[in-house]
């Protein structure tokens, strides 16, 4: 049986806390070698794009794919997944706000991984759709003694402030002040440089997919001491920042850190985020689980 499930049902169904703690178990069975994803593919012609993103997450017996087209008409998303202990049964979900709310619970997941300390002072880069989920997540887990958000279009970081009850930056000056920053934009040019970081930072990277696009320059990578991807080939081909790391000894992927912590040491972290199925098939699974259609009682 083939059960459709809409975008609303997916925003009544899918609460922030819940995808992060999932996204979370997820990782550990990737990292454990029970559940595996592969890179993005494409397939190109003219303006059209089809984009695929396979997953199995062993753990919830679950199997699928999110795949999209953008073009001139526009873009959608959907996550087709199915039981695999009953695989007649087929859930098709519909995926603007899934991605959304897993983009987010992700790098909030992967900062909580990565740095110890709750109370933060916290830069949001970006001020657009995907932005807001940023924020969100990063407030569902830490304490944010100092919020800014910057963006190039003044009007718009004043907006997202207003809206969010935080601080808008003029200028990327409060990235010395900062403990976690994350860029969340669709920038082809670098916005800021390693002279504007702290002694130590985190960064998250979450705005990019293609290797056009660049949010941080060069010296930003080569200066720090651990980054981290979700999956090293998917990064090598979209990734402008991680096809340039000189010292590539550097990169580890987030399911080998999440269950090996200890061997990865450093106080100047950044966290490529581009997103890879198995995420899409975990922020599924709580819907589904939420929505009382699984017909088994997984593990």
């Known amino acids: ?27 550990i069975s990737y990292g454990k070698g029970m559940s595996d994803t592969h890179s993005r593919d494409r397939i190109m012609k003219n303006n059209n794009i089809l984009n695929t993103m396979p997953g199995f997450y062993a753990d919830r017996h679950l199997a699928g794919l999110k795949t999209y ?11 087709i997944i199915f039981n695999t202990e009953r695989p007649e049964d087929l859930y098709i979900l519909e995926a603007n ?11 909030a997941m992967a900062t909580s991984e990565i740095i110890k300390e709750k109370n933060i002072n916290f830069t949001l880069i970006g001020s657009g759709f995907q932005a807001e989920s940023q924020f969100l997540a990063m407030k569902q887990i830490f304490n944010l003694k100092h919020a800014y958000v910057y963006s190039r279009n003044q ?12 601080e808008p930056s003029a ?3 409060v990235l010395k002040e900062s403990d976690v920053i994350t ?7 670098p916005i800021f440089n390693y002279n504007l970081l702290p002694d130590s930072y985190h960064i998250n990277l979450a705005g990019s997919n293609f290797p056009i696009r660049r949010e941080v320059a060069p010296d930003v990578l080569d200066n720090s001491d651990r980054i981290i991807v979700e999956n090293l080939e998917q990064a090598m081909k979209e990734s402008a920042e ?5 010292d590539k000894n550097k990169i580890v992927e987030f399911k080998d850190y999440i269950v090996n912590k200890d061997k990865y040491k450093g106080n100047k972290t950044i966290f490529k985020s581009m997103g890879i199925g198995l995420e899409d098939i975990a922020a599924g699974y709580v819907v589904l689980k939420n929505m009382g259609l699984l017909t088994y009682s997984p593990s």
């Open 183 to 189: 860029t969340i934009t669709n920038s082809n040019s």
């Open 69 to 79: 087209y953008s073009g001139p008409s526009g873009i959608h998303f959907v996550v």
């Open 242 to 246: 991680i096809m340039g790391v000189k």
């Open 171 to 173: 200028s990327l000056d």
């Open 1 to 27: 049986m083939i059960t459709y499930i809409t975008e609303s049902e997916v925003k009544s169904n899918l609460k922030m806390g819940e995808c992060i703690e999932e996204l979370r178990k997820a990782f």
């Open 97 to 107: 706000a899934l991605g959304q709310i897993r983009t987010g619970a992700l790098t």
């Open 155 to 166: 009007s718009h970081s004043k907006a997202f402030a207003d809206k969010f009850g935080i």
